[in-house]
T-cell receptor, first 112, second 117 residues
């Protein structure tokens, strides 16, 4: 059973389009995250949600809008895609007080 | 502010050599957690270890061992008798006490380890 899953795995799109990435976890965790890994492999947190409530928003452009319909899902919608949005986006989840975060397989977004 | 420094960008060894990956962190918090993650060429991030700031005992898991020293703010990772399958990018990360129930992992820039046969 996949613990943290993301769809799609690859996403190729044109500049200016709107796209969404979905994430689901079946670990029963109450906190979920989005991280961005750039071309130099640097990983940086974008958002975190705890029990569907936004907790961390790391000065991400407002073209990025996360949505958490329930504790097990955290989706990322991106409007007006730009070349610089090309990256691998990782979803993660954790249980409060346990700290270790479990990551999904990543979504490689390429903006042409 | 929290910061993690992995000074070694790339390391290349021959199989069966021992290799140590360095990690130095900065934080003003007294309670914090340190992590190592592995990212093999396939791209996923694999959790390896978590250590809290109150536990300075070294840990060994098979060929892997970790040396945590608060005095030097370091959390180094050693692979003994390296194997080709150990080739990956290794990330050290730091998180501090939860704010509103959510921890934020601050990652180092990673060390790319290549183990040659």
């Amino acid at each position: 059973d996949t613990a943290v899953s993301q769809t799609p795995k690859y996403l190729v799109t044109q500049m200016g389009n709107d796209k969404s990435i979905k994430c689901e976890q079946n670990l029963g965790h109450d906190t979920m995250y989005w991280y961005k890994q750039d071309s130099k492999k640097f990983l940086k947190i974008m958002f975190s949600y705890n029990n569907k409530e936004l907790i961390i928003n790391e000065t991400v452009p407002n073209r990025f809008s996360p949505k958490s319909p329930d504790k097990a899902h955290l989706n990322l919608h991106i409007n007006s895609l730009e070349l610089g949005d090309s990256a691998v986006y990782f979803c993660a989840s954790s249980q409060f007080h346990y700290n270790e975060q479990f990551f999904g397989p990543g979504t490689r977004l390429t903006v042409l | 502010a929290q910061k993690v420094t992995q000074a070694q960008t790339e390391i290349s060894v021959v199989e069966k050599e021992d290799v140590t990956l360095d990690c130095v962190y900065e934080t003003r918090d007294t309670t914090y957690y340190l992590f190592w993650y592995k990212q093999p060429p396939s791209g996923e991030l694999v959790f390896l270890i978590r250590r809290n700031s109150f536990d300075e005992q070294n840990e060994i898991s098979g060929r892997y061992s970790w040396n945590f020293q608060k005095s030097t703010s370091s959390f180094n990772f050693t692979i003994t008798a390296s194997q080709v399958v150990d080739s990956a990018v290794y990330f050290c990360a730091l998180s501090t006490t939860p704010q509103g129930g959510s921890e934020k992992l601050v990652f180092g820039k990673g060390t790319k380890l290549t183990v040659n046969p």
